[in-house]
């Protein structure tokens, strides 16, 4: 799985950080929390940032001032995944590289989609969070401006709503 791998070698790289210090992890009998990713999905977002593969992005639903950045997640996510429920977020991806080649591939009819972020994002969430499913995600392309010619679509967004279950 190249997420997997992607996010394998960002961690030997020393790019992200760990999701808890050691002790901590010993302290909580080897139990990482959702709550706990939160800087490593930031730093994983960054570092694709400056590699120009993305321009910017966004943690969360733009219209809820609460649940986006830091908040993305919290305690009652916590134990929702502790209680054995699914959890689901949305990240936005502004201008990545693959835009346009997904689109095309996409609108094509394959089942292939050069996209390698979200499955870096499942990936480190099934590791670190040590899950035995698979985290599941649907990719949406946005374009922020409604345009009443279909052939007017011009996205600039990639949307990843996740579902994450225990």
Do not use: H
């Amino acid at each position: 799985m190249l997420g997997k791998e992607i996010y394998k070698q960002m961690k030997e790289d020393g790019l992200v950080p760990a999701a808890i210090s050691i002790n901590e992890k010993k302290e909580r009998n080897n139990r990482v929390v959702l709550t706990d990713t939160i800087p490593i999905l930031q730093q994983m977002l960054g570092v694709f940032q400056s590699k120009n593969v993305i321009q910017s992005f966004r943690l969360g639903d733009k219209n809820d001032d609460v649940r986006t950045a830091n908040n993305i997640f919290d305690s009652y996510d916590d134990e929702d995944l502790r209680d054995g429920l699914a959890v689901d977020c949305l990240i936005s991806l502004f201008r990545p590289a693959t835009l346009k080649s997904s689109l095309q591939i996409t609108g094509e009819g394959s089942r292939f989609m050069p996209e390698f972020i979200g499955t870096t994002i499942a990936a480190m969430w099934k590791e670190e969070l040590g899950l035995t499913r698979v985290v599941a995600y649907e990719t949406y392309f946005v374009d922020e401006e409604y345009r009443p010619n279909p052939k007017d679509y011009f996205p600039n967004e990639q949307l990843i709503q996740y579902t994450i279950k225990p």
